[in-house]
């Protein structure tokens, strides 16, 4: 099995790990926290998200965003995220709950 199928089914795990915390806990604190457990498990796995897998392109200006899972009906949604150190992403909404781990390199939020 190749990196790519391997990451494809350790996002497919932790997806369902996510699925069933929200199905049986809701959307609070403990269900949040229990959540961030799962994506810190799955970023442990850093080989399984090798930079090279993410580049920058020429178009993409500060930052990259590459879709890894997302449900038909959008309910959820996994993604790995790549930008240039040192450039900063103006505050944004992301509409819903959202838990973020990093997997290389350091995030400074304000």
Known sequence: MDIR??????????IANIRDIEGTQGVNP???DAIKGVLLKLAEQRDLF????????PDDGNSAVYRLSEDDDHRFAL??????????????????W????GVHGDEHNI
Request: aromatic fraction near 4%; charge should be negative.
């Open 5 to 14: 199928e391997q990451r494809n089914e350790a996002v497919a795990g932790a």
């Open 30 to 32: 403990g269900a949040l």
């Open 79 to 96: 993604y790995a995220s790549t930008a240039l150190p040192g450039k900063g992403v103006h505050p944004h909404n992301h509409t819903t």
């Open 98 to 101: 959202a838990v973020i781990v």
């Open 50 to 57: 090798a930079e090279d897998h993410f580049p920058m392109g």
